[in-house]
């Protein structure tokens, strides 16, 4: 008997819990109302350094609250996320975006087609074995002096994520996984990408976590 390696496993517990939450997590989070201004910042500045110099990708774009944003700050971007559900609901709240049903570990582009990747809280729910193969994949897509952004929480171990979601009358069960900025670092030069720069602040709010923003960049 063969057994699936755990990124897959993962992957379907995490596909199963988005599709069952997508309308709430649109209600609830519709746009970066919740996003501290630090935490803009950095995708601001993602979006200058971009430019007008080629397409966009949002890895894991979830409703695709963060592919608008970035629309509005004038790139040309397109959104890919594991979970139809979460697709299907970016499709209805931004009719003029492109969104595809696709994973992180296994991008559906060929190689050098994006001037920009990011990754919104999208690398949580991967455990450490699955880390190499996302950056991987962002390395692969981007072109030469592309610009990668990756958002997480800062830390060790992994979290019940599901708790957020119990409020809305939801049983999943998600967990996600907490990376050190020098881990996530590690992970970036690996592929061949230098860090630009990083932001790591404190936790605020009801968050239980520091927030890394990584900004990196392909040579
Ligand atoms: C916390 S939500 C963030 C969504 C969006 N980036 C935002 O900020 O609203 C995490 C998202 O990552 C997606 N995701 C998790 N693992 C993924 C994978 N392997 N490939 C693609 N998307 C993934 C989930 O389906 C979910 O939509």
């Known amino acids: 008997m063969t057994s699936s390696p755990p990124e897959l496993l993962d992957s379907c517990g995490v596909r199963r819990a988005y599709d069952t939450v997508a309308e709430d997590y649109a209600a609830h989070l519709p746009d ?89 809280y999208s690398i949580i729910h991967t455990r450490p074995a699955g880390q190499a193969r996302i950056f991987a994949e962002a390395a692969r897509v981007l072109r030469p002096a592309g610009h990668l952004l990756v958002a997480f929480q800062s830390g060790q171990g992994t979290r019940d994520a599901s708790g957020a979601y119990r409020q809305f009358g939801h049983e999943i069960e998600l967990q996600r996984h907490l990376y050190t900025a020098d881990e996530l670092s590690s992970y970036i030069e690996a592929v061949g990408l230098r860090e630009v720069c990083r932001l790591v602040r404190r936790a605020q709010g009801k968050e239980r976590d520091d927030q890394v923003i990584m900004l990196a960049r392909a040579l």
């Open 32 to 120: 970066t109302r919740w996003e501290p201004a630090l935490d803009l910042a950095m995708v601001d500045a993602f979006a200058a350094a971009v430019g007008n110099e080629g397409r966009v990708l949002d890895a894991g774009c979830g409703t695709g609250r963060m592919t608008r944003y970035l629309v509005e700050r004038g790139c040309s971007v397109m959104g890919v996320d594991l979970s139809p559900g979460m697709v299907a609901v970016a499709r209805r709240h931004h009719p003029g975006l492109v969104f595809t049903v696709g994973s992180v570990t296994d991008l559906p582009y060929p190689d050098d087609q994006f001037a920009g990747v990011m990754l919104w």
